[in-house]
């Protein structure tokens, strides 16, 4: 079953903070989609692997904790969606949605395990009337393949018009 109708007319602006993992492959995904893409990563434009490219558009943040600039990120978005292999939120992504919490901004984590994950992702982007999504989750080095799963679960999401 494919996801809700409204998702094949839908365009979003994806940001994220960079890193390797669930952040790079989400621009990756606006990027190849021709999407409008940005966020903020920290000052330095710092990744586990080295400086994050240009071509992400990210803007600097004035510190380099990665602290900084997953707030602003939520801050600067209508809803942030986490994705993980893992059950459980740890590191990073958990303080991505606490900080969610503490911002009052709509959050969902997805996981292999989510029933129909791409329809609800579908569903909280319609129901929360997000134009700005902020994607979130594990680097690649604490969930190698992380990044497979956020490109699939988008593409199937939000289907490339044919």
């Not at 594990?138 to 199937?156: G, I, N, Q, T, Y």
Request: hydrophobic share 35%; with cysteine.
């Amino acid at each position: 079953m494919g996801p809700a109708s409204p998702a094949s007319a839908v365009t979003l602006r994806i940001v994220s903070g960079g890193q390797t993992g669930a952040d790079r492959a989400s621009l990756d995904f606006a990027l190849a989609r021709g999407w409008p893409r940005g966020g903020w990563c920290p000052h330095g434009r710092r990744t586990e692997t080295g400086t994050l490219e240009a071509r992400y558009q990210l803007r600097e943040t004035p510190s380099d904790d990665y602290r900084q600039r997953t707030e602003w990120n939520v801050r600067d978005s209508d809803g942030t969606v986490i994705f993980s292999l893992a059950p459980q939120l740890t590191g990073g992504s958990a303080a991505t949605a606490e900080c969610a919490r503490h911002l009052g901004k709509p959050w969902l984590h997805l996981t292999p395990a989510t029933p129909r994950a791409a329809h609800r992702l579908v569903e909280f982007v319609t129901t929360h009337g997000i134009k700005t999504l902020n994607v979130a989750g594990p680097r690649a080095s604490e969930e190698p393949a992380v990044d497979v799963f956020v490109r699939r679960m988008l593409e199937e999401a939000f289907p490339a018009d044919r």
